[in-house]
Each structure stands twice: as structure tokens, then as C-alpha cells.
T-cell receptor
Framework: GAVVSQHPSRVICKSGTSVKIECRSL??????MFWYRQFPKQSLMLMAT?????????EQGVEKDKFLINHASLTLSTLTVTSAHPEDSSFYIC????????????FGPGTRLTVL | KQEVTQIPAALSVPEGENLVLNCSFT??????LQWFRQDPGKGLTSLLL?????REQTSGRLNASLDKSSGRSTLYIAASQPGDSATYLC????????FGKGTRLHILP
């Protein structure tokens, strides 16, 4: 099946720094990718929809200036957590739509962000 | 390595029927299990989250159960409606989140 990669898998950073997470579709092109976040003991929640060549669509309550999304190509979307704070520590996971008759969604392995 | 399987891959039922979707996982050492709904071309919508210490969760017409010892979870949908048509995914979480491939549900009017 289709493969989605994320890099890095884990990152630890100091408060106030910015962190970039990459999401790549390795063997297919994806015009649409999604970014999710899961806090401990909570559900995985959709943060934003990333569309190639256009601005991302953010879910209610997600700050677009804090979570910068760039979908510059059909195989790469990036999420940058700007001026990260400890409350941004979470598990971030991306997915990509593979098109086709079912437009199946394939998930990356996730990135665990810890902000000190 | 955790593996999550959902059966059946697709299901069509007449409106009004109760139905059960199945999810199995190979490693019982999970933190939680989640059920999601996916509409065509859209991101996931979280339906129910069952912590590892819980056995079931209910939300409206939805009830999800968790049996860690047998590595199984079920999603029960009561009185199905055409609007329930979607793909339903389960995901088991330990250090990572592993998704099943989903069950495509079609409710016939």
C-alpha cells in the first residue's frame, strides 16, 4: 500500500524555538494532506487540511500563525510549530489522501514533540 | 509490532438496522483505542475514545467496547441512518498510533 513518512519521529526543543515537521507521500501524489494532534489521554484531533498550492484550512481553535503549514509540492507538507511552548508538547501525525475510487487516507508514523 | 485489522472492509445495510463494526489488534499493551469517521475527501472526525482502563464508551447511537485481553474492539451503531454512511477507522495507541484500514459503511435508504 501507499506509504507516508514523517520526519523527525521525535524532537525535544527549548521553549521559544520553532520546530518543523515534514510529511511526505513516498509513492503517490497527494493534493490533500491532513495534520492531527493528540494530547495525552485525549482523542486525536484534526488541526488543519493542507492543500497543495493553496492556503491550509484550519480547524476552529487552531492558531494559523502558530502552526504554519506549507504544502509546496504534491508529495510534501510541512508543519512548523512557531515559538513552541510546553503546552504544545504532543503527538503530531499527518495523513495523505491517495485519490482513487475510495480516496483512501494513509497515515504517517507520527512525531512526538516535547517542549522543555 | 502492533497490527490493527478491521472487518469487514465494506458493509451495506438497510436504514434502521443496528450494526457492529469490528476491530482487532495484536498487542494488548495499548494506552487507548479510538474510533473515527472519515467522510470522502475529509479529515478524520473522532467518535469515541476508550482508555485502556475502560471497557466501553457511549455517544448517542454509538457504543464502543474494548476487550484488551482478546485484542478486540467493536463499534455498535444503533438505528442506522443514511447519514451514517462513511468509512469508520479504529486506531490503537501505545507509543504510536496504528490505524486499521477502515470499514466502508453504506446505509441504504
Amino acid at each position: 500500500g501507499a506509504v507516508v513518512s514523517q520526519h523527525p519521529s521525535r524532537v525535544i526543543c527549548k521553549s521559544g524555538t520553532s520546530v518543523k515537521i515534514e510529511c511526505r507521500s513516498l509513492d503517490f501524489q497527494a493534493t490533500t494532506m491532513f495534520w492531527y494532534r493528540q494530547f495525552p489521554k485525549q482523542s486525536l484531533m484534526l488541526m488543519a487540511t493542507s492543500n497543495e498550492g493553496s492556503k491550509a484550512t484550519y480547524e476552529q481553535g487552531v492558531e494559523k500563525d502558530k502552526f504554519l503549514i506549507n504544502h509546496a509540492s504534491l508529495t510534501l507538507s510541512t508543519l512548523t510549530v512557531t515559538s513552541a511552548h510546553p503546552e504544545d508538547s504532543s503527538f503530531y501525525i499527518c495523513s495523505a489522501l491517495a485519490g482513487g475510487p475510495y480516496n483512501e487516507q494513509f497515515f504517517g508514523p507520527g512525531t512526538r514533540l516535547t517542549v522543555l | 509490532k502492533q497490527e490493527v485489522t478491521q472487518i469487514p472492509a465494506a458493509l451495506s445495510v438497510p436504514e434502521g438496522e443496528n450494526l457492529v463494526l469490528n476491530c482487532s489488534f495484536t498487542d494488548s499493551a495499548i494506552y487507548n483505542l479510538q474510533w473515527f469517521r472519515q467522510d470522502p475527501g475529509k479529515g478524520l472526525t473522532s467518535l469515541l475514545l476508550i482508555q485502556s482502563s475502560q471497557r466501553e464508551q457511549t455517544s448517542g447511537r454509538l457504543n464502543a467496547s474494548l476487550d484488551k485481553s482478546s485484542g478486540r474492539s467493536t463499534l455498535y451503531i444503533a438505528a442506522s441512518q443514511p447519514g451514517d454512511s462513511a468509512t469508520y477507522l479504529c486506531a490503537a495507541a501505545d507509543d504510536k498510533i496504528i490505524f486499521g484500514k477502515g470499514t466502508r459503511l453504506h446505509i441504504l435508504p
